[in-house]
């Protein structure tokens, strides 16, 4: 199985602050057929269920506000949130979907007003 | 609009078995990967297993091979869930989720969440 480890598990920032998100995965999720890399960020509210940020590592999901950004290729990634808002609050996860199952998770990240 | 929506609560003995429904709305059932995820409490996510319904047979992670079992009903575009011999680390929120592009990854619609309970 393709291991995703996240760093760190927690992160304090200012209001306004640059917040940055990293993961890892134990091999390659880019396909190098098509040059995608089969890597997804959620965000996850309490008592809610996630919601999807970006796929394909870079690719932002209509809706989401462009102060969220995705970066990376091959094995190790990054969420970054150009400008905190209050309601970024929450726990970051990081998803790989390449090839045969399991997609596995990130183990988190929870991200905290400084 | 697409919408996911699971049923009830469940509290079940160790054991026993429990069956988790996900019925989808607003988008063309056939043809895209519905995933269940869970999320014991206070911890992360887990990839249980998927169906792409267009495709047929199921796809489980390892670790819940010959306990569960995911099937779609077309007829009323449901997919279901059934996690068999419960023990207590079973407790946890069952998530059914749907991928974009008939892809099992980078799920765009979940459901509002299943609690199944384990408890003697």
């Known amino acids: 199985d393709i291991v995703m480890t996240q760093s760190p598990d927690s992160l304090p920032v200012s209001l306004g602050g640059r917040a940055t998100i990293n993961c890892k995965s134990s091999?390659?999720?880019?396909?190098?057929?098509?040059?995608?890399?089969?890597l997804a960020w959620y965000q996850q509210k309490p008592g809610q269920p996630p919601k999807l940020l970006i796929y394909?590592?870079?690719i932002r999901e209509s809706g989401v506000p462009d102060r969220f950004s995705g970066s990376g290729s091959g094995t190790d990634f990054t969420l970054t949130i150009s400008s905190l808002q209050a309601e970024d609050v929450a726990v970051y996860y990081c998803?790989?979907?390449?090839?045969?199952?399991?997609?596995?998770f990130g183990q988190g990240t929870k991200l905290e007003i400084k | 609009q697409v919408q996911l929506v699971q049923s009830g609560a469940e509290v079940k003995k160790p054991g026993s078995s429990v069956k988790v429904s996900c019925k989808t709305s607003?988008?063309?059932?056939?043809?895209?990967?519905i995933s269940w995820v869970r999320q014991a409490p206070g911890q992360g996510l887990e990839w249980m297993g998927g169906?792409?319904?267009?495709?047929?047979?199921?796809e489980y992670a390892q670790k819940f091979q010959g306990r569960v079992t995911i099937i779609a009903d077309e007829s009323t575009s449901t997919a279901y869930l059934e996690l068999s011999n419960l023990r207590s680390e079973d407790t946890a929120m069952y998530y059914c989720?749907?991928?974009?592009?008939?892809?099992?990854?980078?799920?765009?619609?979940w459901g509002q969440g299943t609690l199944v309970t384990v408890s003697s």
């Open positions: 989720a749907r991928g974009r592009s008939g892809s099992f990854g980078s799920a765009d619609y």
């Open positions: 091999q390659t999720v880019l396909y190098s057929s098509n040059n995608k890399n089969y």
């Open positions: 169906i792409i319904p267009i495709f047929g047979p199921a």
């Open positions: 394909e590592a870079s």
């Open positions: 607003g988008g063309t059932f056939n043809n895209y990967a």
């Open positions: 998803q790989q979907y390449y090839g045969s199952p399991p997609y596995t």
